[in-house]
């Protein structure tokens, strides 16, 4: 050891006794705020922190109470008892709103009661409309004891045994940072600056924390792994971009108030969303018949006035099948698919693309007789995404004549030649004639009547909305039912309306990323990144092509948890890395598998942040609440001490200051004017609503970010994939292919309400009420393998196992078993892991549109008692 | 006069235990024990037993949060032996663990499982009604302010007027084992009606 290392040492010692300080130091205060009798007589033993009945009293209840102590230790049996109950409050220094962030989509305003710098309680924060003031289990557990938890990464750490192996040496951040510059300067030495890469998830959503590996992947021209597809939520998306323009967009939840009907597809917001779902019940109070469509009894098809149980990954069929009991009994809304859709546009029956007289489109006009031109509409006419605003009047060479044709066969003359010619909406006539409502139910395994019942209500308990998520999104098809659904909304003239619409994700949260100033998230002139797609990184690094990847940085990303397939991860890709950089908080799966572990700041001891939601459009701005635990550090302030050692700092945005940056590049400089929000207010106020419209109902404008500016319900660029129009395929490991003679259970791993993925799993509170994980079988599949409540059993298929205790549930569809996700590795008998099972196979039509989505849920698997 | 009272919607509880958690943060319970039960369709407590009644696909699946029913009749009070426990004039039930002897036979004798044993003070703990609270002039409970689905509202039943007595004068609610004789001021109701 070098004399400086010891000198580290014995700074961290003197460190180390500073944090005990502090830890006692919170136990002395949440004793003090105990708010329940004084019995410091009875008690003083305790050393329990949350214990109540330790409470030694404040200071002002044991003021309070001293005449009653002193009565009840002398009385008898028979004297009246006295109660004591304490402040309302406890005794605090200062209310501090903090915004707790942690990808559960909320984004909930919290007061945190702050005493001698140490968090003692937290409250719902309060919004300008209140009917956003929330918390949750989750929000408070993470305040009280995530924060505080003995499992935090208190300092830079080193790893010195074998990797995974847990032996680790302190270390001293200059060393740290030391040590990556030497890193990442061999590798652009050696092989170029692409040979660093970094891959940010959101497990914080922080505007700088999510940006990170943009900020610093084009800081130092490394590689970017991108992350929508590998987190599991492009899916959706991906059914968006081709028809919407646009990745995702939603009403906003109050709009619910006022739905005659809700159908929901693969939505478990009682769960996922547990701070929305009291806006689906206002709408059930209000009337609403709310139907939930899901393999399981989730907790949201619990409270539905109509469950409708699917086989999994079948959807696009259900939809299929109502559209043809739709188009049958004639409920589409012809006007809308020609004024505002592509349904008009007329089709080379031959080729299938899209017939063009140079960059016009062509309609047929039933009263000319013939072909007339519609135009595309000009960029500079359509919403720029992140914005939604328009401006210009639209010309009338845009507009499909009222007279033309949606459906029929036609010739026309293009350049010398004629050819056969369909309205496009004509080809979803067609496509949907074979799914009569009973070949539909032979796919999906819903009734026939009940399909026809769904389609009636769509179509006349009006008006309907659509709701589609996260369930629908998980198999490696996860596309087709949003883009059915977007179809369904856009033939019924569901799109743009008041309680209607088809919803998906939206908010804030994706438009910030995108609008954020680029010379604040590449803050280096003139420095760009390569971005590589995240699905394919295992892959890439495994072979080392299209070039040489040998370090890893991780941050916001529970990736020891929530990656798939670990052992292909640990034996071809994990040995190609030269050195892996996890930043954390915790010490889990996936900094136990890092080279070196960086601390990084809970949300309550960032200096500055501005935060967005999934849920809805307010800006929130954290302030400090309590100084930074141990040597934790931001990813923005890592990023600063990075580009000091790298001697670039005042070239580049990192000179800034966070609340400096935060104000030029994510407010002021904002590319979209509805984030543009006055700095000062939002600092002062510290939640602010994005001047979206209130209530936001997506495409109210009648313009789309498509090539053609319209709803494009036909999409000439997917033919090649068969998949222009909605249709239906099975998932890649259904349960219906051969391998499911092997593996015949379908294995979903859905999200529970205790916890957010990974990151709430490990706290006391949330263990009290979730001691362990277990999974989920039907009474049907458990009885044959013999299987009971509380037994271990094995799951596995050829890509790995892991042992888990069995629940035996009616909730779930015979043929489909549900791990409750977010687990992590050490929670599990042997250090097993689901995530070892679940494939990461590409679909062609995904990655063609942007990228493949994660199909956590599209694994087939088998169980035996362990 | 005053009675304290809740009602709690059952139709907007969807079992996530932010109750029994913010209870604990609020009122300091110890590790392993709570204050507030949710409990599970079959009379479980635990989060990750929670399974549906009925057989697939006719199912039903609720939950039903238990907090001390501050009874009109509180069998707990009639056996302490320590005379610890009582009603106050607004109707909660306290403890005054000063005087309380750790004998359990409260525990035994509340058909809610409202009471437990603090095995760490030897003391019973229950549900105040979050009495420093009210007495503060606050006007929620803690379980009240967190619950993220506002299926809980706490207040004085004799005030006509209060959101609490206009649920139970409007609505149709039931009592939890009323046939226990206890008097439970906790009203259990649904919203919607399915």
Known sequence: ?????????????????????????????????????????????????????????????????????????????????????????????????????????????????????????????????????????????????????????????????????????????????????????????????????????????????????????????????TNFGIMGDLGCNMGWVPTMGIQQDSADWSDMVGSKSIIMFGCNYAETNKQEMHFVFDAQEAGAKLIVVDPRLSRTAAKADWWIPIRPGTDAALMMGMMNYIIENNHIDADYIRTFTNGAFLVNTETKMLAKEGDNYLVWDEKEGKAVPVAPMADELKPQYPSVMVQGEVPAECNVPETAAITGSYKVTVDGAEIDVVPAFQRIVDSVVEYTPEKASEICEVPAKDIVELARIYCEETPAKIQISQGTNRYWNGHLPTRAAIQMAAITGNVGKDHANIN????????????????????????????????????????????????????????????????????????????????????????????????????????????????????????????????????YQIGQMLAEKFGIKEETAWKYDIEEWLQKFAIEGNLAPEFRVDWNELYEKQVVRANFDDPWIPFKSGRWQTPSGKLEIYTDSLVEFGEEIACHYEPLESNRKELAGKYPLTFMNARTVYTTHSQHVSLPWIREVVPEPWIEISTTDADERGIKSGDLVRVFNDRGEYQVKALVTEEIKPGCVNQRQGWWPAHFPNNTHYRDLLHMELNPAEDAIFETNFAPYDNLVQIEKA | MSKFGMAINLHRCVGCRTCTVSCKMENHVAEGIARVHVLNPDGTALGSEDKPTGTYPDLKMEWRPVPCQHCDNPPCVEVCPAGATAKREDGLVLVDLEACIGCALCVEACPYGARVMDEETKKVDKCTGCAHRLDGGLDTTMCQLCCPNRAIVAGDLDDASSEVAKIVAEQETEQYLADKGTGPNVYYWYSVKK
Request: aromatic share 10%; proline share 6%; hydrophobic share 35%.
């Open chain 1, 504 to 635: 998906w994700a939206g908010g804030g949260l994706m438009r910030i990323l995108f609008s954020c100033n680029p010379e604040g998230f590449m803050p280096y002139p003139d420095h760009v990144m390569t971005q590589l797609p995240g699905t394919q990184w295992m892959d890439i690094v495994a072979k080392q092509e299209p070039y040489p990847v040998k370090l890893v940085w991780f941050n916001n990303y529970g990736w020891g948890s929530q990656m798939p397939f670990a052992g292909k991860m640990k034996d071809q890709v994990l040995p190609q890395l030269d050195f892996i950089i996890t930043s954390e908080q915790m010490m889990n799966g996936g900094a136990d598998l890092s080279d070196l572990v960086l601390p990084i700041m809970s949300y309550y001891e960032e200096p500055c942040e501005v935060i967005t939601a999934w849920s809805n459009f307010y800006l929130q701005l954290r302030k400090q609440v309590i100084t930074p635990m141990f040597e934790s550090k931001t990813d």
């Open chain 1, 1 to 225: 050891m070098t004399e400086s290392t010891t000198t580290q040492r014995d700074k961290s010692a003197l460190d180390e006794l500073d944090a005990t300080k502090r830890s006692l130091d919170r136990r002395s205060f949440l004793k003090a705020a105990a708010g329940v009798a004084a019995s410091a007589a009875v008690l003083s033993g305790c050393t329990q922190p949350q214990a109540a009945s330790e409470s030694a009293a404040s200071s002002a209840a044991e003021e309070a109470s001293a005449s009653s102590v002193e009565e009840a230790s002398s009385s008898e049996p028979a004297a009246a008892p006295q109660f004591n109950v304490g402040p309302a409050q406890p005794e605090y220094d200062e209310i501090k709103r903090c915004t707790c962030a942690p990808n559960c989509v909320a984004s909930c305003g919290i007061n945190a009661y702050v005493k001698d710098d140490t968090i003692i309680k937290v409250e719902p924060a309060d919004f300008p409309d209140k009917q956003f003031n929330r918390i949750c289990l989750c929000g408070i557990s993470n305040a009280l004891q995530r924060v505080y938890s003995a499992d935090r990464v208190k300092y830079p750490m080193k790893r010195v045994g074998e990797r995974g192996e847990g032996k680790w040496d302190r270390i001293s951040w200059e060393e740290a940072i030391d040590l990556i510059h030497e890193k990442m300067q061999k590798n652009i030495d050696e092989y170029g600056p692409t040979a660093n890469s970094w891959f940010t998830m959101v497990g914080n959503y922080s505007l700088t924390a999510q940006l990170n590996a943009a900020m610093m992947s084009s800081t130092y021209e490394g590689t970017q792994w």
